[in-house]
Structures are given as C-alpha cells and as structure tokens.
C-alpha cells in the first residue's frame, strides 16, 4: 500500500513538473519585434565602393562554436546538443574567425554566432570574432532568443542567445532587422526567431550596395514557412533594386544552392533546392554562374551531423551562398574546404564586382 500512494505521489510530481514546464515555455516564448535598427560599430579605414573594381565577401555558419569534426548533433540523429567545452568553443570560433580572416574579405557574413548559450557553455562569440576584424565596420543582430529546453533529456541544449554577425571594411549605415515568418499555432513553440538584416555601403557614382544577411528556417516541413520567408527576402531585393541600388544576400539560406540533380533527389528537409521560380526578375543565385560540372568538383559547404565527419560516408550539401542583383557580377564563387575543423560549415567566398551604370 505504501509503495502504491508512493508511486502515484511521484506521478503527481512528474506531472506537475511537466505542466509547469509547459507554462514556462508557453510563457517564455517571445518574438523579437520587427524593424528594429541595429547599431553599428565603426572601425573601417575605407571610403567608397568604386563600380568595375574587385571585391571579396564570405559567408560562414560558425555553428554556435560546438562543431568539432567529431561532435554530432541530435536533432540530425546525432548524439550532442552542447559543445564539448567553453575550450574548445574558444577554438573553433578562433579558428572560424582566422579562416575567414586569410580570405582577406571586404565583407564577412557570420551566423550561429552566439552571445550567451548553455549549448556554448555562455561564451561570447561574437567578441571573439572582433578580434580578427580589427579595422571593420560592424554589427549584430539577434536571430533567436529561445527559452530553456530541456531536450534531448541526456544533455539539455538549454537556452540561447544567438545571431548574424556582420564585418565590413568600408562604412556601413541604415542598418535594420526584419524578422521573418515562422509556423503558427501550437508549433510556433518548436519554431526558432528568424530575421534577415539589411545594411548599406556607399558607392562612388552615388548609389548604394545594400547588402542582406540572412539565416533561413531549418528542420522545416511547411511549405508556407518557406515560401514566406523566401518571398518577403525577394520582395525588399526587388524594391532596392528598383531604386537603382546594387543588391548582394548573403547567409545560410538552409536551401541546396547548386544545380545539382543528385542532391535535389535526396528527402532530406534541409536540403530542398533552392526555389530559384521564387527570385525576382534580375536576381539570380550567384552559384549558377559557374557550370554544374564544376559545382560537382567543388567541396560541399555543410555536412550532416548524424555521425562524426567522414569524407566518404557523410551526407553534404551546399546550403549557404548568395544571390546577387543583375547589377552585381560574379567574378567567381567558391566553397573553401576547411574540413570541418571549425564548424559543420566550411566559408563560401564570392569575389564580385560592380557593373558601371549610368
């Protein structure tokens, strides 16, 4: 009899804890409000961007520090949710931020960049990464602010404080973010904050290089999610480039960026191609430039991280790149193999210049 009032005494407790937990999250969950400017901190030694000159820009998902070559993540089938230790958070965002340092950019686009997170052991990358920008203009944005979770149960990925950083060699000004639509109702909860974030560079004929940094949604079933978020990127390219403005997006679009039959075959979410039908007429994805033949040679610039990286086993794909504004050309793109030292990512670097208009 004692076992038994015993046992139902810790049912009651169990599910206590659980409805708690369950307010806290319904409670916890906030979206980041829309059009909130970004402050910009000025370090740049440059001046003007000059039309028909070559300039350098990277992309690079840092994957919040915790991605040695080993770590797995559970949410691909993997086994981690938190970096090994705030060590080797320090390593891999050092080492992320050199890497991108020695393409020697004149704009650098950094994403999963924490501030303070449980899964980064609360160090703060993006400090991190200044050091090895000295002299740039900068900024950030947050992208999620997610509540405490408390999956997977053997090691919590807890609460995070992450987003998109932002480095550039010449000013930047008007900076703002614009948050994205994410799932609705009762699956709003499971849906991480997604934003792009706009900025400008000003060129000499009188014109400005807007530049979009973006992080689309991941781990995404819904079509209306994806839709939305690619449509309301496409509608505000269209608008500045109507304005007469050079127009480059840069980020981790969580899209298949290549032209690549193979990949596009493969059933995995975050992998669906890129909806190129969705761009506006004069954008284009800054991938295509380059013969499919030569996209196949080139390194992937993530893996999935159901298992420790492993060059002939390990599923990749090219999730991260640009799209550029027909103004915008394409001098060449590549994918810089880094062997996912740093990151389940390896930086995407787009050399590009200015075409001269009238």
Known sequence: MDGKKAMKQCCKLVLAAAAGYGIYVCHGYRRIKDRQPLQIQKGAKQRLLAVETPYTAVSYNIGFGAYTPEFTFFMDGGRHAVAKSAQSVRRCVKGAGKAAAKLRPDFVMFQEVDLSATRSHHVNEYDLLNTCF?????????????????????????????????????????????????????????????????????????????????????????????RGQVDMLAKEMQRQ????????????????????????????????????QWLPEGFSVAMDTIPKQKQRQMPYSTRKTDIPYDPLHSCQVTVDGFLISDNVICEEIQVVDTEYQYSDHNPVKLQFRLRSEK
């Open 134 to 226: 000295l002299h740039y203009d900068h900024m950030f944005a947050v992208n999620y602010d997610s509540v405490y979770w408390l999956v997977p149960p053997w090691e919590p990925h807890g609460k995070s404080l992450s987003g998109m950083a932002l480095f550039s060699a010449y000013p930047l000004h008007g900076a703002v973010r614009r948050k994205l639509p994410v799932a609705s109702g009762w699956r709003k909860l499971l849906d991480l904050d997604r934003c792009y974030t706009m900025t400008s560079v000003s060129v000499e004929n009188g014109k400005q290089c807007v530049l979009f940094h973006v992080h689309l949604s991941a781990y995404g079933h819904d079509q209306t999610v994806r």
């Open 241 to 276: 480039r109507r304005l007469g403005n050079y127009v480059i997006c840069g980020g981790d679009f969580n899209h298949d960026m290549c032209q690549n039959v193979e990949q596009e075959e493969q059933q995995h979410s975050w992998a669906h191609a890129f909806p190129r």
